[in-house]
């Protein structure tokens, strides 16, 4: 998973903005809903974008944001020793709105045919639940595979770049649609390695 990789990196960015909204006063699960709130802009973004670059590349700042802010409420929960079961839960609800909101944005909005976005909309969707189905089964919650929820936002990030740096079609494709094949490819995969990983714990 690329994150793992990233994480010490972002780390540094992330941790000094946890603290400073916790000093503030604002609540880790403000901070979930706002970032819930970019992944609907970027869903809207993405929809209306089709042709024009521009607002794809705010579109995906709109990703970029909901990410950041994603990856700092759990970091503020650790921060002000607040970290419980409701605040995972509505993170873990609020991540799914945000992907549905996000993957679907990109396909209806025709930057890849409807049939691509679903298959990857429903990987996406599959995949998630895997990681947390494992809890359930009290093997532990795993997040492992090729390609997780930070894997697929810094794609679309990066496609979104591209895409505004580059706005042709390459095979019929957009960046935004190779990457939306990407996330569909990947994140079967990945659940299919989530179910193998979980039926040899059982």
């Known amino acids: ?20 909204f916790a000093k503030a006063g604002i609540s880790p699960n403000a901070v979930s809903i706002i970032s819930l709130i970019f992944a609907a802009m970027a869903g809207i973004y993405f929809y209306y974008a089709a042709g024009n670059p521009k607002i794809v590349l705010i579109a995906g700042l709109f990703v970029f944001l909901n990410s950041f ?29 945000s ?9 209806l909005g025709g930057h890849v045919d409807w049939k691509i976005g679903v298959v990857a909309i429903v990987g996406v969707l599959l ?14 919650r795993y ?25 042709v079609c390459i095979s019929g494709f957009s960046a935004l649609g190779w990457v939306m094949i990407a996330i569909a490819v990947g994140s079967h ?12 714990s059982l």
């Not at 002000?80 to 993170?91: E, N, Q, R, V």
């Not at 992907?99 to 396909?107: E, K, M, N, R």
């Not at 995949?127 to 809890?135: D, E, I, M, N, P």
Request: aromatic fraction near 12%; charged fraction near 15%.
């Open 189 to 200: 995969i990945t659940a299919l390695q989530r179910i193998i990983h979980i039926w040899k």
């Open 127 to 140: 995949t998630s639940y895997l990681g947390t189905q494992a809890q359930a089964l009290n093997i532990g």
């Open 1 to 20: 998973m690329t994150f793992n990789y990233l994480r010490p990196f972002a780390s540094k960015f992330i941790e000094p903005m946890a603290k400073a």
């Open 143 to 167: 997040y492992g595979g090729v390609m997780g929820r930070a894997d697929r936002l810094i794609l679309i990030i990066l496609a979104s770049i591209l895409y505004f740096v580059y706005p």
């Open 99 to 107: 992907d549905v909101f996000i993957i679907c944005g990109i396909f």
């Open 69 to 97: 802010l994603d990856a700092m409420d759990g970091s503020m929960a650790r921060h002000l020793k607040i970290a419980g079961a409701k605040g995972d839960f509505l993170d873990h609800v609020i991540d799914r709105y």
